[in-house]
T-cell receptor, first 114, second 110 residues
Framework: ETGVTQSPTHLIKTRGQQVTLRCSSQSGHNTVSWYQQALGQGPQFIFQ???????GRGNFPPRFSGLQFPNYSSELNVNALELDDSALYLC?????????????FGPGTRLLVL | QKEVEQNSGPLSVPEGAIASLNCTYSDRGSQSFFWYRQYSGKSPELIMSIYSNGDKEDGRFTAQLNKASQYVSLLIRDSQPSDSATYLC??????????FGTGTSLTVIP
């Protein structure tokens, strides 16, 4: 167990809907990163939040947005859901924004878009 | 374009053998390298990190890094059936932005 929690564990939505996923970082960590992992693929970096500010973004459209709160928990919002958004969404927390900091993953949220 | 490449496998080894997993990366400026293990339906869990050229050992696991060749590997000695999983190589190209390979599926045959 890493101490990183995510909710919900599973979610079913229909195309065009909006979804919010939540993540609580490990105690003492101020950085949260979000990843999308499609079946059979490695995790793809969506974005990172460091001390409540976005600190880098991967190749995802603007309908993927996020937020980090003062307690360093975070949300991932996806608007106008598409079928290809079906994936495992992973949150990872790290102690700081340094390049050698290890990221620890939560259990993930499995999203199915119908 | 930041790229991390792994052989997708599947890799099968008998119990007790050495499993060798390989990873190459595209950015010479990369400084941090990580191996994660992912069981089916679960999230990645950290096995080990390596930052300097050479070998780093932790129990049955040894990570090897060669920055000149842009190559990182993971050796698993005395492989056990419980080691059967997908192994993900992650490279930290910029700040905390990890880039992952597609993973290598390992099966340890009893």
């Amino acid at each position: 167990e890493t101490g990183v929690t995510q909710s919900p564990t599973h979610l079913i939505k229909t195309r065009g809907q909006q979804v919010t996923l939540r993540c609580s970082s490990q105690s003492g960590h101020n950085t949260v990163s979000w990843y999308q992992q499609a079946l059979g693929q490695g995790p793809q970096f969506i974005f990172q939040y460091y001390r409540e500010e976005e600190n880098g973004r991967g190749n995802f459209p603007p309908r993927f947005s996020g937020l980090q709160f003062p307690n360093y928990s975070s949300e991932l919002n996806v608007n106008a859901l598409e079928l290809d958004d079906s994936a495992l969404y992973l949150c990872a927390s790290s102690r700081d924004g340094g390049r050698q900091e290890t990221q620890y993953f939560g259990p993930g949220t499995r999203l199915l878009v119908l | 374009q930041k790229e991390v490449e792994q052989n997708s496998g599947p890799l099968s080894v008998p119990e007790g053998a050495i499993a060798s997993l390989n990873c190459t990366y595209s950015d010479r400026g990369s400084q941090s390298f990580f191996w994660y293990r992912q069981y089916s339906g679960k999230s990645p869990e950290l096995i080990m990190s390596i930052y300097s050229n050479g070998d780093k050992e932790d129990g049955r696991f040894t990570a090897q890094l060669n920055k000149a060749s842009q190559y990182v590997s993971l050796l698993i000695r005395d492989s056990q059936p419980s080691d059967s999983a997908t192994y993900l190589c992650a490279v930290n190209f910029l700040s905390n932005q990890f880039y992952f390979g597609t993973g290598t599926s390992l099966t340890v045959i009893p």
